[in-house]
T-cell receptor, first 114, second 110 residues
Framework: GAVVSQHPSRVICKSGTSVKIECRSLDFQATTMFWYRQFPKQSLMLMATSNEGSKATYEQGVEKDKFLINHASLTLSTLTVTSAHPEDSSFYIC??????????FGDGTRLSIL | GQQVMQIPQYQHVQEGEDFTTYCNSSTTLSNIQWYKQRPGGHPVFLIQLVKSGEVKKQKRLTFQFGEAKKNSSLHITATQTTDVGTYFCAGGTSYGKLTFGQGTILTVHP
């Protein structure tokens, strides 16, 4: 069964809207979760590392005020795309790291901003 | 920062032909992972290699990790139409961060 649940799977909304994406670890307590973004026909780019109980660590070039990450519990991390614009349209995927095991990925959220 | 280069970007093969994709990291890796992504889907974990010079097989797929732990390859023998998709390598650090290669898009003509 699924280890990571990501919701919603697809969002279509107007420019200027803020969109929240949830990533839940179903079977494990995850102190660390990762958020990736994938543009069409491109690779997955790590956006940030979500740390339970502390601030997220953002990769270079990712605006922390634009992409708000909250990891308030050991099973839930949220990514909020604030004031989304068409250029934010992308496939957003979270993953959960458990110990030294390979990361478990969510099914992804396809975000389309009109 | 760490960079992982993957080639080729595209590979078109006839069904039954072999296929290989290569990854090269700018730094020594703790591990390397391979994923397959179908169009519209999310990456699906295939395998993780940890040891220098490691070779692992999964049916028609053979994965290798270089002696210096900086390069890796995925080889598919006798491709089938079900093998189509994008294959990504991802270099892992000791603290869990993954850097993905650009991916190789494989198409298989029946």
């Amino acid at each position: 069964g699924a280890v990571v649940s990501q919701h919603p799977s697809r969002v279509i909304c107007k420019s200027g809207t803020s969109v929240k994406i949830e990533c839940r670890s179903l079977d494990f307590q995850a102190t660390t979760m990762f958020w990736y973004r994938q543009f069409p026909k491109q690779s997955l780019m790590l956006m940030a590392t979500s740390n339970e109980g502390s601030k997220a660590t953002y990769e270079q070039g990712v605006e922390k005020d634009k992409f708000l990450i909250n990891h308030a519990s050991l099973t839930l991390s949220t990514l909020t795309v604030t004031s989304a614009h068409p250029e934010d349209s992308s496939f957003y995927i979270c993953s959960v790291r458990v110990g030294n095991q390979p990361q478990h990925f969510g099914d992804g959220t396809r975000l389309s901003i009109l | 920062g760490q960079q992982v280069m993957q080639i080729p970007q595209y590979q078109h093969v006839q069904e039954g032909e072999d296929f290989t994709t290569y990854c090269n990291s700018s730094t020594t890796l703790s591990n390397i992972q391979w994923y397959k992504q179908r169009p519209g889907g999310h990456p699906v974990f295939l395998i993780q290699l940890v040891k220098s010079g490691e070779v692992k097989k999964q049916k028609r797929l053979t994965f290798q990790f270089g002696e210096a732990k900086k390069n890796s390859s995925l080889h598919i023998t006798a491709t089938q139409t079900t093998d189509v998709g994008t294959y990504f390598c991802a270099g892992g650090t000791s603290y869990g961060k993954l850097t993905f290669g650009q991916g190789t898009i494989l198409t298989v003509h029946p």
